[in-house]
T-cell receptor, first 114, second 112 residues
Framework: KAGVTQTPRYLIKTRGQQVTLSCSPISGHRSVSWYQQTPGQGLQFLFEYFSETQRNKGNFPGRFSGRQFSNSRSEMNVSTLELGDSALYLC?????????????FGPGTRLLVL | GDSVTQMEGPVTLSEEAFLTINCTYTATGYPSLFWYVQYPGEGLQLLLKATKADDKGSNKGFEATYRKETTSFHLEKGSVQVSDSAVYFCALSGKGRRALTFGSGTRLQVQP
């Protein structure tokens, strides 16, 4: 079974631009979560989607948004990029998103904002 | 809120040494506990997990026991290899929550 895939793997943007990242979960998985990883703040939860609905949201500004499609693929969007948005963005999928379930992570998209 | 505290790294060991990485947590109820590993340039891979008190998770020679009384989930391996060099993250998922709360990560470097 194919793992979680994320595209693109690397991105370079400038301040003020917007960016869209994509995540394809493991086949059959309906829950997709997004995390931001930075050297200073570590791994932080952004949001979680299930059946095209956002079920859970972390403490990030409204510039960070996402959506999920009927095939469970998910995208996240960051508008008006800031230097501090430079990070590794990780997507994770699980069957139903229940607490004890394992979340399987993709390789991440590394975003550099100049 | 929920939190996870890991021992500071980096941890440098010689091959075949014994490894312990400490992890303690704060959470209400009975969270599920996880250890993830991240190799350079890659995402996170699940190493092991435990979903209730006194459970022992194990995989690839690594073990961790869910200790409710000490709110701990320490990672151990009896004999590390150079290939174990990576960053290890302890994480929890609170009861009814779907988001993982991570520790700060511990970098392990194993020297031949």
């Amino acid at each position: 079974k194919a793992g979680v895939t994320q595209t693109p793997r690397y991105l370079i943007k400038t301040r003020g631009q917007q960016v869209t990242l994509s995540c394809s979960p493991i086949s059959g998985h309906r829950s997709v979560s997004w995390y931001q990883q930075t050297p200073g703040q570590g791994l932080q939860f952004l949001f979680e989607y299930f059946s095209e609905t956002q079920r859970n949201k972390g403490n990030f500004p409204g510039r960070f948004s996402g959506r999920q499609f009927s095939n469970s693929r998910s995208e996240m969007n960051v508008s008006t990029l800031e230097l501090g948005d430079s990070a590794l963005y990780l997507c994770a999928s699980s069957l139903d998103g229940q607490g004890q379930e394992t979340q399987y992570f993709g390789p991440g998209t590394r975003l550099l904002v100049l | 809120g929920d939190s996870v505290t890991q021992m500071e790294g980096p941890v440098t060991l010689s091959e075949e040494a014994f490894l312990t990485i400490n992890c303690t947590y704060t959470a209400t109820g009975y969270p599920s506990l996880f250890w993830y590993v991240q190799y350079p340039g890659e995402g996170l891979q699940l190493l092991l997990k435990a979903t209730k008190a006194d459970d022992k998770g194990s995989n690839k020679g690594f073990e961790a026991t869910y200790r409710k009384e000490t709110t701990s989930f320490h990672l151990e391996k009896g004999s590390v290899q150079v290939s174990d060099s990576a960053v290890y993250f302890c994480a929890l998922s609170g009861k009814g929550r779907r988001a993982l709360t991570f520790g700060s990560g511990t970098r392990l470097q194993v020297q031949p």
